[in-house]
C-alpha cells in the first residue's frame, strides 16, 4: 500500500470528520424519534391543496389537516407522505412531540413511526461504510492479529 500524501492525509481527516458529525446528527435524531414516540399521536385527515415542485422531480403535498374529533385544524402543513388518489389521506401528528411541535409537518401511517427506526438504520449503515474506508485505508486490522499478538505496530512486508 503506498503511503498517502499530504492531500490524502487532509481528505481522510476531513471525512473522518464529517463522518462524525453525520453519525451524531443521525443518533441526536434517532433519540429524538424514541422520545417523540413516546407522545400521543391525534390522527385526522389530510386534505392536499397544492404540490410544491421539488428540484429532483416529484412534488410535496402541503394542504390541511383536521383531527378525527375535530379539536384541531392545521393548514398550510407538509406531508410526510403521499397521498391517495383524490388528494385525501389519513395521517397522525404529535402535538407534544420535539419534532413535530413546532414544524408544520403531519406524517402517514407509515411515515409516524419511521422517526424512530429510520436514522438507527441510516446511521449503521453510513458507520458500516466508514469503518470499510477505514480498513481499506489501513487505520484498522483484522481482528485476528491482534488475537495472535501481532495487531500493533505490524508493518506488511515491502
Known sequence: M?????????????FYALASLLLCILAGLGVTGAIDSTQPVRWGTF?????????RGGCRSLGTWVSDD??????????DGRTEPGGIVRAGYRPAGII????????TEVGIGGGVWMPWV???????????????WGHLRPASLYARGR???VRPPG
Not at 503506498?2 to 476531513?14: D, E, F, T, Y
Open 2 to 14: 503506498n503511503r498517502p500524501n499530504r492531500l490524502q492525509r487532509v481528505g481522510r481527516i476531513a
Open 47 to 55: 386534505t392536499e391543496e397544492s404540490c410544491e415542485s421539488r428540484a
Open 70 to 79: 375535530g379539536t384541531i385544524t392545521r393548514r398550510e402543513v407538509y406531508l
Open 100 to 107: 413535530d411541535h413546532d414544524n408544520d409537518i403531519v406524517h
Open 122 to 136: 441510516f446511521a449503521a449503515g453510513f458507520l458500516g461504510c466508514t469503518v470499510a474506508k477505514a480498513y481499506e
Open 151 to 153: 495487531g500493533r505496530h
